[in-house]
């Protein structure tokens, strides 16, 4: 198949480049007019052939041509001319050179092409690889503290049954039912995450309202965190995003979660859903310390370089936002944060609206 489409290049570039030296020839009677067309020609085949042979033969044909067709007397090979032997073996060395040239270069192209194509993927592999192990310290860190809590009350109940009141029991029992949703949750996002990395796009995407995203968010930090004071502002308007649920879902609450366990303000907690042009956008907002980097690929990039010296509450913060960065970037959108000039910070991130509610 190769040498069909080679042969017929070569025919189609060397009888482009045959015809108009006829053209030439009849409009200016200068017979050395053809050679610059033909070494056109010769660079084309090179250039849109596999290999060396084409770009040899179209360069032996051309002298061959040129001699014949477009040289005294026409019609006619003849070398017993003075100075024709030179012209001869002169363009077919230029022709073979600008030949030989353009194949290599054509090569060097091809192999640079595989080069960069090599690396692109080594790079997204080595981006898979530290997402999924961002993904794993995140989320293994997270499961610490639910942990803490089951173990502690079943020991409460245990060591204490006969001393505490069925009251307390009950409360201890719900402690534990709520943490051990916490962790079902936590093992859910796991799985669902871990898609992130998939080579083949494992993430599903289906059109959700983003409201009520935000609402079964604030909820459940509102149900875990029963002394922080959460404002909600949502507009009127419905903003339907596509989206992967569970995954957006933990964005959502990580950002919530990060501002009540990490800037020290407990109430003035605000959480903001608006549209921007044809993006959804979350926000939320604290008056607390602020952030000590002026962005968050910034702080992000700080504690994953120390997490050995960081102390646990900062580790948690940074890992959970590469995990949201991570999340966000696969779905095509923008995670930012900074700082207030009233003080706090805020944190956002956006979201292409479905196509269909854009308008």
Same mark, same amino acid.
């Given at each position: 198949?190769?040498?069909?489409?080679?042969?017929?290049?070569?025919?189609?570039?060397?009888?482009?480049?045959?015809?108009?030296? $006829?053209?030439?020839?009849?409009?200016? /009677?200068?017979?050395?007019?053809?050679?610059?067309?033909?070494?056109?020609?010769?660079?084309?085949?090179? %250039?849109?052939?596999?290999?060396? $042979?084409?770009?040899?033969?179209?360069?032996?044909?051309?002298?061959?041509?040129?001699?014949?067709?477009?040289?005294?007397?026409?019609?006619? =090979?003849?070398? &017993?001319?003075? /100075?024709?032997?030179?012209?001869? $073996?002169?363009? =077919?060395?230029?022709?073979?050179?600008?030949?030989?040239?353009?194949?290599?270069?054509?090569?060097?192209?091809?192999?640079?092409?595989?080069?960069?194509?090599?690396?692109?993927?080594?790079?997204?592999?080595?981006?898979?690889?530290?997402?999924?192990?961002?993904?794993?310290?995140?989320?293994?860190?997270?499961?610490?503290?639910?942990?803490?809590?089951?173990?502690?009350?079943?020991?409460?109940?245990? @060591?204490?049954?006969?001393?505490?009141?069925?009251?307390?029991?009950?409360?201890?029992?719900?402690?534990?039912?709520?943490?051990?949703?916490?962790?079902?949750?936590?093992?859910?996002?796991?799985?669902?995450?871990? %898609?992130?990395?998939?080579?083949?796009?494992?993430?599903?995407?289906?059109? #959700?309202?983003?409201?009520?995203?935000?609402?079964?968010?604030?909820?459940?930090?509102?149900?875990?965190?029963?002394?922080?004071?959460?404002?909600?502002?949502?507009?009127?308007?419905?903003?339907?995003? &596509?989206?992967?649920?569970?995954?957006?879902?933990?964005?959502?609450?990580?950002?919530?979660?990060?501002?009540?366990?990490?800037?020290?303000?407990?109430?003035?907690? !605000?959480?903001?859903?608006? %549209?921007? @042009?044809?993006?959804?956008?979350?926000?939320?907002?604290?008056?607390?310390?602020?952030?000590?980097?002026?962005?968050?690929?910034?702080?992000? #990039?700080?504690?994953?370089?120390?997490?050995?010296?960081?102390?646990? !509450?900062?580790?948690?913060?940074?890992?959970?936002?590469?995990?949201?960065?991570?999340?966000? !970037?696969?779905?095509?959108?923008?995670?930012?944060?900074?700082?207030? #000039?009233?003080? /706090?910070?805020?944190? %956002?991130?956006?979201?292409?609206?479905?196509?269909?509610?854009?308008?």
């Amino acid at each position: 198949m190769n040498i069909l489409k080679n042969t017929l290049l070569s025919m189609a570039f060397f009888t482009l480049a045959f015809y108009a030296s $006829v053209i030439l020839l009849r409009h200016t /009677g200068e017979e050395n007019n053809s050679s610059p067309i033909f070494i056109v020609a010769v660079v084309l085949i090179a %250039r849109f052939t596999d290999g060396y $042979v084409y770009g040899l033969a179209a360069s032996a044909l051309s002298v061959f041509f040129i001699n014949y067709s477009f040289m005294y007397p026409y019609s006619a =090979f003849t070398m &017993s001319i003075a /100075g024709y032997p030179v012209v001869a $073996v002169s363009f =077919f060395a230029a022709s073979v050179t600008v030949s030989a040239v353009t194949t290599r270069m054509r090569r060097q192209t091809a192999q640079n092409a595989k080069l960069y194509a090599m690396q692109a993927e080594m790079k997204l592999e080595t981006e898979k690889g530290k997402t999924r192990e961002n993904l794993l310290r995140a989320i293994s860190h997270d499961l610490r503290t639910p942990l803490t809590g089951i173990i502690g009350a079943s020991l409460v109940i245990q @060591e204490n049954c006969s001393k505490i009141s069925e009251k307390e029991i009950v409360q201890l029992a719900q402690n534990i039912t709520a943490d051990a949703q916490w962790l079902i949750d936590m093992v859910e996002n796991l799985l669902s995450a871990t %898609r992130i990395g998939a080579e083949c796009g494992a993430i599903k995407k289906k059109n #959700e309202i983003f409201e009520e995203i935000v609402t079964e968010a604030v909820y459940k930090a509102r149900s875990r965190f029963p002394d922080c004071s959460i404002a909600v502002e949502v507009p009127e308007e419905i903003l339907v995003v &596509s989206i992967d649920l569970i995954l957006i879902q933990q964005v959502v609450f990580n950002l919530i979660e990060n501002a009540v366990k990490h800037s020290g303000d407990k109430e003035h907690i !605000k959480v903001i859903l608006k %549209r921007q @042009e044809d993006m959804a956008v979350f926000e939320v907002r604290d008056k607390g310390k602020g952030i000590p980097f002026e962005n968050i690929d910034k702080l992000i #990039e700080n504690v994953e370089k120390n997490t050995e010296e960081a102390s646990d !509450k900062t580790r948690g913060l940074g890992l959970g936002l590469s995990t949201c960065r991570s999340i966000i !970037k696969v779905h095509g959108g923008f995670l930012e944060a900074q700082n207030m #000039e009233d003080g /706090g910070a805020v944190f %956002r991130f956006g979201l292409k609206l479905a196509e269909e509610f854009r308008s």
